[in-house]
């Protein structure tokens, strides 16, 4: 499946609209603004809580937890890397990711524990805000690579928003 992951325009946090392939809107991501853990709702369309992103406070480098039915999904991203940034989901159970490329130009793959493409992601470089586009493999999950896609965009661009 692809999706669209446009930033608002006029928002406080960092709040997106997430569109499927036809353009239908899927999910909404509303940032929290003014608030100590960069706290982040990701939502269905009808306002159901799918999971609930906050940075962790006290960690060694950027790291997120997405909480999600009672589970927790850590996004740490990796401190000593060259040429390229790197990040691991670490789903609880066997399903870790990582997704590694050039996150200053917002090309990125994910891929899972055996090295297989799960999802791939591209910044669109003329729109007025972070616009992305996110293809997501059948068989994977698609709320928690979009969920890590935020939290990405927020460890390696959230400054300039704040």
Known sequence: MRYVMRQKVFCFGDDYTIKDERG?????????????RDSTSFRDMEGRELCH??????????T?????????TTVAKHLFTFFN???TVDV???????????FTDHEYTFKDAG????????KA???WTDTYGVEVA?????????????????????DKRR
């Open 115 to 122: 090295g297989k493409v799960v999802a791939t992601v591209s």
């Open 125 to 127: 470089w003329f729109a």
């Open 138 to 158: 059948e068989a994977a999950d698609d709320v928690l690579i979009l969920a890590a896609t935020v939290v990405i965009d927020l460890c390696c661009h959230g």
């Open 24 to 36: 239908v809107d899927r999910y909404i991501v509303d940032g929290a603004a003014f608030t100590i």
């Open 85 to 87: 940034c790197r990040f």
């Open 92 to 102: 609880p159970g066997p399903n870790d990711l990582e997704a590694s490329g050039n």
């Open 64 to 72: 997120y937890e997405i909480e999600r039915n009672g589970r927790t």
């Open 53 to 62: 992103i906050h940075k962790r406070l006290l960690s060694f480098g950027p």
